[in-house]
């Protein structure tokens, strides 16, 4: 990457913004399509997954993998949304359990010992709850055969010529017509079932002709309950109905059984296959529904019929399915309230499920209707469906119960009930009052010879009846989970990757530190509780289902892939700080100015600059090898550099064996004087401490100058677009400089500006070495001599510092005879170099006293101390 320079830190902004924000859209647009082609309902039989290793299959598992996790997600909010339900008492269950079957076994009544019942036994129940109130009665039992406990009576003709345990059965439900909902099954897997042709029956028999297709209808009905194929054939405005026979004989003994004397029969016509009527399309005359608004196509086309046999279909019952598809992952979450069934793969039938059925006879109607996402039955019940005819429950409870009744209020002992009916058989006063005024029933087997138990949402081990008993209740109470539009989704999972992206972005600068990881991984889990709390908020009070998977997916791939490229900006951050501010920066610097860049930026404020250089190194230089020279340079700069870092401060550059430093940027500090001092006394005394070693290895000392002063300087990131450095420029970078060559001629080691000397008079000591006026300054300057920290000084050290300020004190005040006997014993008493120039300038002035405007300032050139 180019590393840029500081005034162009916005582009680098925009650059991982827009780099964010092409992570959030890919990742958005791409889980949003998927989550948009989200599955309606159950896995259809013709959803075989393609290979894992094809573009197909690779997106269908991915979407299958959402897809769990979003069942996941929608089975929490279901159970939340049933801590705050109330358990429907509108729908009442009774259970044939294990219970009720071992009371039976030893009851007085043989014909109940064994289990299953006769179908007369369970119609009289389905009266006696009629006759408790109920207002409709769902039987959770697929009756496709014939009952085993009677057969046909070919002796007896009309009605009575069929079974007559189903006889029995039928005959209980008339007396309570539009009360009943018997039940029936379908499978969406296989070959199509087709009614069996008649290829075997050579003849036809005509059992007679009927004005309307009902009656008809009934009189095919007993002919198929024979088993025996019937034909209705249009004759004019009637309808005749026919029964095919193997021959003659046979066709007037049918005809004498069904009650038709000297009936007519002819030889079948191949013709007359278009007219038969199987059992099949006796069931879907009286089963199916139209459905105003719904197009049959995008309903599930299901392959294989168990419709109640013929005996027992009666426009006095409704018809419904109980068949319970599970999702992929075995869990039943919904109901398939409408499918469709095509028997020849030609017109197709709509028909309902057994709780839609039984709200149809409740609101008196077989008018249904879909708009909007809503099925309406009549104008009295609604209940929320995709165009695809599926349901998804509401369930009223938070778990599963152990007993019979799953999520609803009630259920009851079905032997309870056959003791009120055996009670009202032998007239006798009835024992339970179970309150089932107004209310639905559902008749179940939850008892050890019932199908296995469905898994739920709410839990697993629920009775069929009870799921199919809570989405009754659903519709009765025009309720249930409407799923958000596709739409929807899609704007969620991509707004959550524009906000994924967006807080990795705007965070970013918390992965400098542990603890900040470990924040922006909060930041980041918040956020995502935040939109799953939000979804489940929506759920519970408006049974809207968004989706919380795919957008959760989608906004933690476009975090991590944008923390992944925010850490590797970082990295390029502070690969560019380093090039800035020079590879030995500070970390604590470099972590500061990574985290905030503009600090870098061009901009005047007061600093202290430090210069210093070796003393005698071209001298040196040319005495040494190289092979020698570069390691001791090597290792004088770093000890140098440590030092700067140590106290906070900037290598600026290397310039041969000089060295400039400033305190004061990128990170501002009032101290920056101090440091400055400071810097020069660490970096004597660690001179000091290496002298030995270096003298040992390179065979030679070291001796330092240095410059020190302070004020306002221009600092920034300077240079061009192909190079560029983090440096300091103003009046106190060329004074440093003059101050480093000035200790040449006083002698001195470390002379600092006069303001550097104000700043850092509280913790260092200073003494004035000189008053110079320079070339390009109007003012003179006073220059002053860095001698240590307060209160480090021995009694020796301190007496030769008052000697000097009284020898300064005569210099200045034109006693230059006093004043130069002063600086002798400074120079003899004490070493003072500075003294020792002092002695010499006091000399000249005794020989030539100077005017009387004589105020002791020396003039400086530019890189000279000679007084002019």
Known sequence: ????????????????????????????????????????????????????????????????????GERAFYDWRIRQL????????????????????????????????????????????????????????????????????ACVTPTRSGRGALS??????????????????????????????????????PYRVRLGSYPSVTEARTRAQSVLALQRPAFLI????????????????????????????????????????????????????????????????????VRQLQHPVTPLLSQASGYGATTLPSDSDGVVRGVPHLVAYSPRGGERYVLPSLPLAAAMRLAGTQKLRYAEGRLYIGDKYSVPMDAAGYSLLRWEAPAATRGARGPLARSIRAWNVLLNLFDSQEARPVRFDHDLDGRAVILTNTSSYAPERRVTPIGPGIANGAVLGQALANILASDGITRAPPKVDMLATMGLAFIGAFLALSCSWLLRSVGGAFLFVCVAVA????????????????????AVAGPLWSGGLAFLVTTLYAFRTEQDVRE???????????????????????????ERRQMTVYLCDIEGFTRLSEAMPPEQLVPL????????????????????????????????????????????????????????????????????????????????LLVGDMGSELKS????????VSMAGRLEAANKEYGTQVLVGHATAQLASDAYVFREVDRVLLRDRPQPVRVHELLGRRGEFSPEKQAGIALYEKALTAYYGRDFIVAQELFRRCTVEHGDPVARVYVQRCQRLIQAPPPEDWDGVIRWGRRSTDAR
């Open 1 to 68: 990457m180019q590393r840029l320079r500081i005034h162009s830190s916005g582009r680098r902004f925009l650059h991982r913004l827009g780099f964010s924000l092409a992570m959030a859209a890919l990742f958005g647009c791409l889980l949003g399509l998927l989550v948009s082609q989200r599955d309606t309902g159950p896995v259809r039989p013709e959803d075989t997954p393609a290979p894992w290793l094809s573009p197909s299959g690779f997106i269908d598992g991915l979407s299958r993998w959402i897809d769990g």
């Open 82 to 149: 049933g801590e705050v339900s109330e358990r429907s008492d509108r729908v009442v269950l009774v259970s044939i359990d294990d219970d009720t079957l071992a009371e039976a076994q030893q009851g007085p009544r043989a014909d109940i010992a064994a289990y299953p019942w006769p179908r007369q036994v369970m119609g009289g129940m389905v009266h006696r709850l009629v006759e408790e109130g109920a207002s409709v009665v769902m039987l959770d039992f697929a009756y496709p055969e014939l009952s085993p406990r």
């Open 164 to 201: 007559q345990d189903d006889d029995a059965l039928r005959a209980l439900l008339d007396q309570d017509p539009g009360h009943s909902v018997l039940a029936f099954r379908w499978g969406a897997e296989g070959t199509r079932t087709l009614p069996p042709t008649g290829r075997l029956w």
């Open 234 to 301: 249009p004759a004019g405005k009637a309808l005749e109905v026919w029964a095919g026979v193997a021959d003659e004989g046979e066709g007037r003994s049918l005809g004498e059984q069904l009650g038709t004397a000297a009936a007519s029969i002819q030889e079948r016509r191949a013709a007359d296959d278009a007219f038969r009527v199987a059992p099949s399309d006796l069931f879907l005359a009286l089963a199916s529904v139209q459905v105003q608004g719904l197009d049959p196509e995008k309903l599930l086309e």
């Open 527 to 546: 956020a995502g509780a935040g939109y799953v709390g939000a979804a489940g908020y929506v759920f519970v009070h408006d049974q809207v289902w968004i």
């Open 576 to 602: 560019f700080v380093h090039s800035a501010l020079g590879r030995y920066v500070s970390p604590d610097v470099a972590r500061l100015v990574a985290r905030d860049v503009s600090l870098m930026k061009p």
């Open 633 to 712: 340079l090597n290792t004088f700069l770093t000890e140098m550099t440590a030092v700067v870092r140590a106290t906070a401060g900037q290598v600026d550059k290397y310039i041969g064996d000089s060295v400039m430093a400033f305190w004061g940027a990128p990170v501002r500090t009032d101290r920056h004087a101090h440091l400055a001092c400071e810097a020069a006394l660490k970096l004597h005394a660690a001179l000091a401490q290496k002298q030995p070693l270096w003298e040992k290895q390179f065979g030679h000392r070291l001796s330092v100058r240095a410059g020190i002063d302070t004020g306002d």
């Open 725 to 732: 450095h983090y440096t300091v420029m103003g009046e106190a």
